[in-house]
């Protein structure tokens, strides 16, 4: 019996051509030539080349070089940013390949913009703390120096570029008036002007006071309690910033739920972001008299922050009144009855 191998039919406008620039940069100025390259797969021809930028023809008699599978621009222009991919017409067939993987064009009538960072990367510091903003270009050409601007004060700094490149700007104890969105610029010397880049992204830096001293309060005033009734301390926080971890403090050491006899249970408004905790007792005893107060941490870039206690409140539970002079009609009439068959029992021998 003969056997019959198939092999597949590859349609050659299925596949799809590579598309190279040369050179090859993140970012270009305004005068520079690059040459986009349209290569076929291994093996495969093409009739003629088409190049496209944003979806759209762009080679012309002007423009297309003398190699048919090359597009040069002599001189860019910001028009010429844009998206760029090719396509090609195999021998003998109409329709064409598919188009290639773009390459993307960024154009700038100036030095494309550096890139600025902060360290440690956080979303708010404490007064006094260290950052550093880090501003790095992007490695097109000699950078003469580097300028950073804070938007709020219209305040600048300028830096010489540091030995492994770039430039940093260095809090060593951050100020209240160091707070506000800061960009950063880098120049080269060009025939005796100076030509500034265009400005980074802005990065903010929000510095914020330590924590402030909570209060705390109790749903009775006076600090009196009868015993057996449920008892609340309200502990709240000045300010909304965030994550935080309340604690409760009791004669001086910290309270801490299940360690008594009583179930307590610590609860905020919502999680994650709280300003009030409350330590909640069912059932006040004895063991509830003392001296508390409260406290909190504050989650800043990326640390847990205590803050200070608060004024400590004296807490008194007192006896049940009624259960007091139950305790003492029952007893006393058990004294009295027991005292009156004593004499009786007496006289009548």
């Not at 709020?152 to 951050?174: C, H, I, N, W």
């Not at 600090?223 to 971890?245: F, H, M, Q, S, Y």
């Not at 249970?265 to 909640?280: A, E, F, K, Q, W």
Request: aromatic share 8%.
């Amino acid at each position: 019996m003969a056997l019959t191998l198939l092999l597949p039919v590859l349609d050659e406008a299925s596949l799809k051509p590579l598309l190279t620039v040369s050179p090859e940069y993140s970012t270009y100025r305004v005068g520079d030539s690059v040459t986009f390259t349209c290569l076929t797969p291994k093996g495969h021809q093409a009739m003629r080349f088409q190049f496209l930028r944003e979806e759209a023809e762009v080679d012309s008699p002007e423009t297309q070089s003398q190699l048919p599978h090359t597009y040069n621009l002599p001189s860019l222009n910001v028009h010429d940013s844009g998206s760029y991919r090719c396509k090609y017409w195999p021998p003998g067939q109409k329709s064409p390949s598919k188009l290639s993987d773009p390459i993307t064009l960024n154009v700038y009538d100036r030095p494309p913009p550096p890139s600025l960072s902060l360290d440690p990367p956080c979303l708010e510091y404490l007064l006094g703390e260290q950052a550093t903003l880090s501003c790095v270009d992007p490695k097109v050409g000699e950078v003469t120096g580097y300028r950073f601007y804070n938007e709020r004060s219209q305040e600048m700094s300028t830096y010489t570029p540091d030995p492994s490149g770039g430039a940093k700007l260095v809090f060593l104890a951050l100020h209240m008036a160091d707070a506000g969105p800061y960009t950063c610029k880098y120049w080269r010397a060009q025939a005796e002007q100076e030509i500034l880049s265009v400005g980074s992204q802005p990065v903010s830096v929000s510095v914020l006071d330590p924590p402030s001293q909570p209060a705390l309060s109790l749903d009775s005033p006076s600090g009196v309690i009868k015993e057996g009734l449920p008892l609340l301390i309200t502990c709240t926080a000045p300010r909304d910033t965030g994550e935080r971890r309340f604690h409760f403090y009791k004669d001086g050491v910290e309270f801490i739920p299940g360690n008594t006899p009583s179930q307590i249970n610590i609860t905020g408004p919502g999680p994650g972001s709280m300003s009030v905790s409350v330590l909640s007792i069912p059932r006040a005893g004895p063991d509830s008299t003392g001296k508390f107060s409260c406290g909190y941490e504050e989650k800043v870039c990326q640390k847990w922050v205590q803050s200070p206690r608060s004024q400590a409140v004296n807490i008194s539970v007192t006896a049940d009144k009624v259960f007091l002079l139950r305790f003492l009609v029952v007893g006393g009439s058990f004294f009295i009855i027991n005292g009156l068959i004593f004499l009786i029992s007496h006289c009548c021998l």
